[in-house]
């Protein structure tokens, strides 16, 4: 059933993302008959960061040992590609090679393989000479290679997931925007600009709008949405088969963002990017966008200064490379020397739902909060691609019976 209002539903999840889709999937796959509602504001399914990432089916080694993102990342590698399979979305395991650049880079490649065995993951550590024979294009002084990271379209993911939901019995409502929460002792009422849609639970998986979701629920909301641009070139289709493995520079540990990298994607092409600039607007993607209340609300927040103080140099270096071609082009030549500003060509941007504390800290991994019938999603970035369909198990877990 698609863009009907029922009178009443056992689930209503929020946000058609691929962590909003892949929950309503999951309910109508492990509670059979439940009526299912999968609500988002826009037309369609999957237009936010799902729809403007990088596509990489990531591996997990970065992340603490513990953590959400470790646990469901792994999962989801497997997860991924067998969702893939079963419903003919291309995906390829390319392997991924962390280059370093530098003596500190190199020295951090024992840390990250070790990290890497700590989440059961398969890395090796290769040397110069090693990296040249495996990526000719390619200069640094070592690598680690981690074989099993790969590449696909999450877009299709998110809309096949949308369209089984719906072949499943779920009721599918695009252009319906949640303007507010109403939790009653026998239910929860959203007021959305399609009229009120009622429900047992209701699960809110609003990516960057997380934080106003939230507080619709009443939630005492010690965090605020801070939007990343991400920003890419496409490197020009001659040229496309410059490396054979995605091709990334050593992160800075502090940072949830993982450096401009080059990026294979599963309809042949190769782009580089994304950098990470403070966005003035969550979901306006051409560069210079404001939006006047996202605007507001990253001014008025005490993070977001904090932030900005801890990372002056790396803040002026990402809006400096953001402006200037020749700048951005120069982080990808440490690694790539023989990329030319010719080879690359700008592309829409992806804007990254960051949640950053009062203090400025970056909340790294994910997060659930809940009421006595709302559970909400409010922090899943990078890799929640990745992992959606193993969060989505997750939640469903948490609702219970
Ligand atoms: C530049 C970039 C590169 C990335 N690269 C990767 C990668 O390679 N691999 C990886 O695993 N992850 C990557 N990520 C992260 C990944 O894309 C996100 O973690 C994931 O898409 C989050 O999914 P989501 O469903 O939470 O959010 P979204 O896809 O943003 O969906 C949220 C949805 O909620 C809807 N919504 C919000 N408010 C309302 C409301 N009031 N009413 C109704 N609907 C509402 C929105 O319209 C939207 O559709 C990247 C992200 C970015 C930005």
Redesign the pocket.
Known sequence: MSGAAQDRYDYAV?????????TAYELSRRRPGSRIAL????DG??????????????SGIYYARGSLKAEL?RA?VAATERFADENGVPWRRTGKLLVATSAPDLARLGDLRARAAANGITAYVLSAAELREREPKVAGLGALHIPSTGITD?RRI?ERLAALVERAGGTLLPR????GIDERPGEVVLE?TGGEVRAERAVL??????D??AR?AGLDVDFAMVP???E?YDVRPERADLVSTLIYPVPDPDLPFLGVHL?LSVDGGLNV??NAVLGLAR?GYPKFSVDARDALDVARFPGTWRVARANVRTGARELWNSMSKRGYLRLCQRYCPSLTLDDLTPRE?????QAVLRDGSFVHDFLLRRTPRTLH?VN?????????LPIAARIVDELGE
């Open positions: 929020v946000g058609g993302g691929i962590v909003g889709a892949a609500l988002d504001k826009e399914f999957g237009v936010h960061q799902t729809g403007h990432n990088s596509g990489v089916i990531h990342c989801g999450y998110n319906t925007r949640l303007t959305t998986c609003a990516g960057i709008q997380a106003r979701v619709m990343f641009r991400g890419y990026t990017g994304p979901e941007a992806g804007i990254r739902a999603v899943a970035p990078s890799p929640a691609a990745t992992s959606a």
